[in-house]
């Protein structure tokens, strides 16, 4: 789990876990559905998201809101463009309440750091992206490092890559825990397997 009830980390209560728990694994298994297809291993599209579905049905029948996912997208990037539209339509399809916040490639990065402080302080926000890549002229560090570990469904900001490694309760990179979250959602079966992982990033491949 993302964040356990025991956490203290975060200002996360303990109604707040479910939310924050499927903004992570919805983001996550979203983004990795493709590359595994194109591995050739056997997962239907629809394996991983009737299971969200189904649980955030669970919240409602319990009187409790949607979780609430947002995307920053910053200019016209085409590949970023249709990222953030196929995960707006895809967190729709399972019932969470999607926004995305659109600036021009214009906006400065003082502007961009006050919609952050923005999104943190939300209450109604469960977790967001900010999607790269961004402008040269903003620094996305400065970036990355203002957005609250407890909303970082992405699992870019330090705190997040410092639990990690120290095996505490944290969001984790979106590739790999996408990547396991379908295998075990779809009950593929990895015991004896030859993986070959190619890259090096901050995200795979480290």
């Given at each position: 789990?993302?964040f356990?009830e025991d956490?203290?980390y975060?200002l996360i209560?303990e109604?707040d876990v479910?939310y924050r728990e499927l ?5 996550k ?14 997962v239907?599209?629809?394996v991983?998201?009737?299971?969200v579905?189904?649980?955030v049905?669970n919240l409602?029948a319990?009187g ?6 947002v995307?920053?997208i910053?200019?016209n990037d085409?590949a970023s ?8 339509k895809?967190?729709?399809?399972v ?18 750091l006050e919609?952050i402080?923005?999104l ?6 469960d ?5 790269l890549?961004?402008?040269k002229h903003?620094?996305?560090r400065?970036i ?22 120290l095996g505490m ?5 979106a ?13 593929i079966e990895?015991e004896?397997?030859?993986c070959?992982v190619?890259?090096r990033s ?5």
């Amino acid at each position: 789990d993302a964040f356990p009830e025991d956490c203290n980390y975060g200002l996360i209560s303990e109604e707040d876990v479910p939310y924050r728990e499927l903004t992570s694994v919805f983001s996550k298994v979203h983004k990795n559905a493709g590359a595994l297809r194109n591995a050739g291993l056997p997962v239907e599209r629809k394996v991983a998201p009737p299971s969200v579905k189904q649980e955030v049905e669970n919240l409602l029948a319990e009187g409790k809101r949607p979780p609430h996912l947002v995307a920053v997208i910053v200019g016209n990037d085409g590949a970023s463009l249709s990222y953030v539209a196929s995960k707006e339509k895809q967190s729709k399809e399972v019932g969470f309440t999607s926004s995305v916040y659109r600036f021009p490639e214009s906006i400065t990065e003082k502007e961009l750091l006050e919609t952050i402080s923005f999104l943190n302080k939300d209450d109604e926000v469960d977790g967001y992206i900010v999607q790269l890549p961004l402008p040269k002229h903003i620094n996305e560090r400065h970036i990355l490092e203002a957005i609250a570990p407890s909303k970082d469904v992405d699992g870019f900001h330090p705190t997040n890559g410092g639990r990690m490694m120290l095996g505490m309760s944290s969001y984790i990179p979106a590739t790999p825990y996408g990547i396991k979250q379908l295998l075990d959602r779809s009950n593929i079966e990895t015991e004896g397997k030859h993986c070959v992982v190619l890259g090096r990033s901050n995200i795979v491949g480290t």
